[in-house]
C-alpha cells in the first residue's frame, strides 16, 4: 500500500506540523518500504482537540447506530483483508499465512465482536432504587506497539467507539502502514469526522504528548513494562484513567499425567509463532524431572523444523536485544540445545529458533521478556515446585496447563498467578477478557470485559 504523508485528523488526511519522517522498513530484506510523519506535540493537540469536539455527538448516537458502524468496518476490513496481511507481512515480517490467519483475521473478529456487544449491551442497570447508566469515559489516547500490530488497535478502538467515546491512536514507529489502512477503513465505514483520529510518531515525542494531554480522559497503552510504568504516572498524576497491557512470561506447565508429545509440541509452536514476539506466549516450559530429557529432546526436534518458516524479529534493534539474551542464557549456564546466536540468513533480521535447557528459575532468560523465539525449558520436582516456579516472575499475563485430566489440569490453573490459562491447548477466544496480574498489567481488552474499560457508571436515586 502507498504510504499516506498526512495524518488522519477530523475526517481527512491533513499536513503534518512538523517535516520529520519515519522510515518504514521491511525486516526480511532490509529495504525501506515507506515513509510516514514522525507527528509532533502540535499535531497531537489538533487530533485531541477534533476528538474532543466529535464526542458529544458520538457519545449520544444511539448504541444500534454505533453498532451499525462497527459492522460496516468489520466490513470493510473483510474487504480489505489481503491488502491488510500484504501490509503486516511487509513491516513486521510475519510470514503471509500467519498474516492472513491471525494479523488480518484477529482484528475482523474483535470488530465484529464489539458491533454486536455495541447491539446488545443495554448501557443501563438497575439497582434497588437506583438506575446506573453506562456513560462514555470520553476521549480515549491508544498508544500500540508493533508486534500484532493491527490487532493491539483494534482491541482498543472498538470496545472505545462501540462505548461512546472518540480516539487519538498513536501507533508504532515500525508498524505505521496498517495503522494509515485501518484509519481508511474507518473512514471507508463512515463514521463521524473526528471520531477517530490517526497521529504517527515517535513514542517519546507524539506517544509522551498523548499520554500527558488534559484532553484525554483514558490512556489505553500496550507495549513494554518500562514505558507503561511512565504512562501510568503521568495519568496518575492528572487523575486519568489508565488501561495498561504490558509484557509477559508464561509458564506451560506439563504436568507428568499430560500426554508430553503434544504439550511439547504445541508449546513450541505457540513460541516460535510471530518470532516469539508474543506478550502472552508461553516462554518457560515447566517439565517433571522423570519426562525432563525426553521433553527436552522433543522441544529441540520440534524447534528445529521452525527454522525454515520463521519470519524475522521486527528490527535491527529488536534483533540485537534477542541476541544478547541468548549470550546471557549461555553465560548464566542454560545449555542450549537449538539455535543460537548465529543468524540464520545473511539479510533480514532473522534469529535462529531457539531453546535452552537447564534453564533454573533465577536466571536472566527465565525472568525477563526476551520477545523472540527462545523457550526455556525448566524442570520442577513436585506439583508445588512447578507452582512456585510458574508463579515466581513479576508477570502474570497467560500460561498453560496440560494433564490427562482436565479437572487436575484446572484446578492447578486456579492457583496462577496469571489473567489466562490454556488448558490442554484451549484456542484463542476474542471475547475473553485479555490481561495481566502483577506487572502485566492494569485493566482488561476484549469481550465484555473489554468494553467496560470505556465506560463510567451514573447513578440516578428514585
Ligand atoms: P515500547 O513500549 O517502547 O513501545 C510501545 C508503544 O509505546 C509504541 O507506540 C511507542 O512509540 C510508544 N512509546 C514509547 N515510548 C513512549 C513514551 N515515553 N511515552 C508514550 N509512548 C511511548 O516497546 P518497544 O520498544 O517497541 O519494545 C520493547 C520491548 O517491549 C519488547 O522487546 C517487548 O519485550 C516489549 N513489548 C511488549 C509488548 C506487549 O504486547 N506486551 C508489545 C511490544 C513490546
Not at 491533513?14 to 525486516?27: F, H, K, L, T, Y
Not at 513494562?225 to 504516572?233: K, L, N
Not at 521433553?295 to 524475522?312: F, H, T
Not at 524479529?313 to 539455535?339: D, N, T
Request: aromatic share 6%; glycine share 10%.
Amino acid at each position: 500500500m502507498k504510504a499516506h504523508d498526512g495524518m488522519y485528523i477530523d475526517g481527512a488526511w491533513r499536513p503534518a506540523a512538523g517535516r520529520d519522517v519515519i522510515e518504514v522498513v521491511n525486516p526480511a530484506d532490509e529495504q525501506v518500504i515507506g515513509r510516514v510523519p514522525a507527528g509532533t506535540a502540535a499535531d497531537v493537540d489538533t487530533a485531541v482537540r477534533a476528538a474532543r469536539t466529535a464526542l458529544p455527538g458520538w457519545a449520544a448516537t444511539p448504541p444500534a447506530d454505533r453498532a451499525a458502524r462497527l459492522a460496516a468496518l468489520r466490513d470493510v476490513l473483510v474487504a480489505r483483508k489481503d491488502e491488510i496481511a500484504e501490509t503486516v507481512t511487509a513491516e513486521l515480517g510475519s510470514p503471509l499465512k500467519f498474516s492472513e490467519g491471525v494479523h488480518a483475521g484477529v482484528p475482523i473478529a474483535v470488530s465484529g465482536s464489539y458491533a454486536e456487544l455495541a447491539a446488545t449491551c443495554s448501557f443501563e442497570e438497575k439497582a434497588g432504587n437506583s438506575t446506573v447508566y453506562l456513560e462514555p469515559i470520553g476521549v480515549v489516547g491508544a498508544i500500540t506497539p508493533w508486534n500484532y500490530p493491527l490487532h493491539q488497535i483494534v482491541a482498543k478502538v472498538a470496545p472505545a467507539l462501540a462505548a461512546g467515546c472518540t480516539v487519538v491512536l498513536k501507533p508504532a514507529e515500525d508498524t505505521p502502514l496498517v495503522a494509515q489502512l485501518f484509519a481508511e477503513a474507518v473512514h471507508e465505514a463512515g463514521l463521524p469526522a473526528g471520531v477517530f483520529n490517526l497521529v504517527t510518531g515517535r513514542g517519546p515525542v507524539a506517544g509522551q504528548a498523548l499520554a500527558e494531554h488534559p484532553g484525554v480522559d483514558l490512556v489505553s497503552f500496550t507495549g513494554s513494562t518500562a514505558v507503561g510504568r511512565q504512562i501510568g504516572a503521568v495519568a496518575g498524576a492528572a487523575v486519568k484513567k489508565v488501561a495498561l497491557e504490558l509484557g509477559g512470561k508464561s509458564a506451560n506447565v506439563i504436568l507428568p499425567s499430560a500426554d508430553l508429545a503434544k504439550a511439547v509440541n504445541v508449546g513450541v509452536a505457540n513460541v516460535m509463532s510471530n518470532s516469539g514476539q508474543t506478550c502472552s506466549a508461553w516462554t518457560r516450559m515447566l517439565v517433571h524431572r522423570d519426562q525432563y530429557d525426553e521433553a527436552v529432546e522433543l522441544a529441540a526436534a520440534a524447534a528445529a523444523k521452525y527454522g525454515e518458516r520463521i519470519g524475522p524479529v521486527v528490527s535491527a534493534k529488536q534483533q540485537a536485544r534477542v541476541l544478547g539474551y541468548i549470550e546471557k542464557g549461555v553465560a548464566e549456564g542454560a545449555r542450549l540445545v537449538a539455535g543460537g546466536t548465529e543468524p540464520p540468513r545473511e539479510r533480514g533480521y532473522f534469529v535462529s529458533p531457539t531453546v535452552f535447557a537447564d534453564v533454573t528459575p533465577e536466571m536472566t532468560i527465565a525472568q525477563e521478556e526476551i520477545f523472540g523465539p527462545v523457550l526455556s525449558i525448566l524442570k520442577y520436582e513436585d506439583e508445588e515446585d512447578a507452582l512456585r516456579i510458574a508463579n515466581g516472575t513479576v508477570y502474570g499475563l497467560a500460561g498453560a496447563v496440560w494433564a490427562g485430566d482436565e479437572a487436575e489440569a484446572v484446578a492447578f490453573a486456579r492457583r496462577m498467578d496469571t489473567g489466562q490459562v490454556d488448558i490442554n491447548g484451549g484456542r484463542f477466544n476474542p471475547l475473553a477478557p485479555f490481561g495481566g496480574y502483577k506487572q502485566s498489567g492494569v485493566g482488561r481488552e476484549l469481550g465484555s470485559h473489554g468494553l467496560t474499560e470505556y465506560l463510567q457508571t451514573k447513578s440516578l436515586q428514585f
